[in-house]
């Protein structure tokens, strides 16, 4: 069975525990005990030298960084649906891994980080950032039901933990009309869960 | 005839530049005007909201990142040794693409923007995140001549630029024995180019 080193309130390690069961797989969650520094142990450093987490196990492959875990997902167990492999797909969907990881991470994720659990990060600097990657990702979702090829991709289970979790950063969402409307969407997916912080529709 | 929109001092657009010179395909490079903010311009605007480069225009088909890029190019003009489509290698290359837009990113990358261009950045952080990154990926390379499988993949090709451009952020790399191993090897693939501070082999 697959197994996933995790943190309830990480949103990355949601990112794939969302999937996980959009996908219907079964899983097995360990808890890591974020606070007391157990993914900074000789034994999960071994699993991941960056000392970060999620970390994926399946049988004998294990793989870090919650989007390449994400590709890994869908294109081991997911139809091409949420992860095309044609060039002109995948490069979209990828612009928007991307996304995830640059801007949005940057953005409402380091305004949480600072607001909700007093990381040593710039909360107004971070707020700007969200209140410029938001208006993009609204205006963008103003003209289409999902981020990228008109379904449901890996691309919105990579930037919806984030966006959703915005306001614990003090970054409020009430004025991305789009953005709302796609967060609702993405909460009648079928087997979806929520985290705490994100309730299920 | 591909279209960078490209800027010679970014090592994001360098690893655009660099895979099409080892793939041998022919690109038009229109310069953009970065510190007259031409990338913010409206025309710039609509092709990537972001305000970011580089951008790739492949007929009419736009891709901004230079990871998705680098993913677009490999899958569409590549053969699967530079990407993988079976979803262990495929994750493997993903894996390092994200080091690349994270660790990398905040690292070596933060640091030679604070210290080279005077971006307001901590620049003792960043350096710290890179002496935190580089021995792992030394550690990595101690021991395999590539960053995964065991060959050149766009892994390399996006971790590459801010990992040899590091010392313009004060970010020595003499005690890094694999990396510069590694250094020379990318260098001496066939086509290599180089970019301001990358000399070519």
Same mark, same amino acid.
């Given at each position: +069975?697959?197994? %996933? ?10 990112? =794939? ?6 996908? &219907? ?27 970060? /987490? ?5 049988? #004998? ?9 994400? $590709? ?15 060039? =002109?797909?995948?490069?979209? =969907? +990828?612009?928007? %891994? ?26 107004? *600097? ?9 208006? /993009? $990702? ?14 449901? *991709?890996?691309? #919105? ?11 614990? &950063?003090? =970054? +409020? ?5 789009? /953005? ?5 969407? @993405? ?5 979806? $869960?929520? +985290?705490? &912080? @994100? #309730?299920?529709?």
């Amino acid at each position: +069975m697959l197994k %996933l080193h995790d943190l309830s309130l990480s949103g990355n390690c949601y990112k =794939v525990r969302l999937f996980l069961a959009l996908l &219907g797989i079964e899983c097995e969650f360990i808890a890591v005990d974020f606070m007391a520094g157990q993914h900074k142990t000789p034994e999960y450093l071994a699993l991941n030298p960056r000392g970060e /987490i999620p970390i994926l196990q399946d049988e #004998d492959f294990t793989l870090c960084d919650s989007q390449a875990i994400l $590709v890994y997902l869908a294109s081991k167990y997911a139809s091409e649906a949420w992860l095309p492999q044609d060039a =002109v797909g995948l490069g979209q =969907v +990828m612009q928007w %891994l991307s996304t995830a990881a640059n801007e949005i991470a940057r953005g409402p994720n380091d305004a949480r980080l600072a607001k909700k659990f007093g990381y040593k990060l710039d909360l107004a *600097t971070a707020q700007k950032k969200a209140h410029h990657i938001l208006p /993009i $990702v609204d205006q963008h979702l103003s003209q289409q039901n999902w981020l990228t090829l008109g379904r449901p *991709t890996i691309a #919105d289970i990579a930037c919806f933990p984030y966006i959703a979790l915005a306001p614990e &950063g003090e =970054v +409020m969402l009430e004025e991305y009309g789009a /953005i709302n409307q796609w967060i609702d969407r @993405i909460k009648q997916l079928p087997n979806f $869960v929520g +985290m705490p &912080g @994100i #309730d299920a529709a």
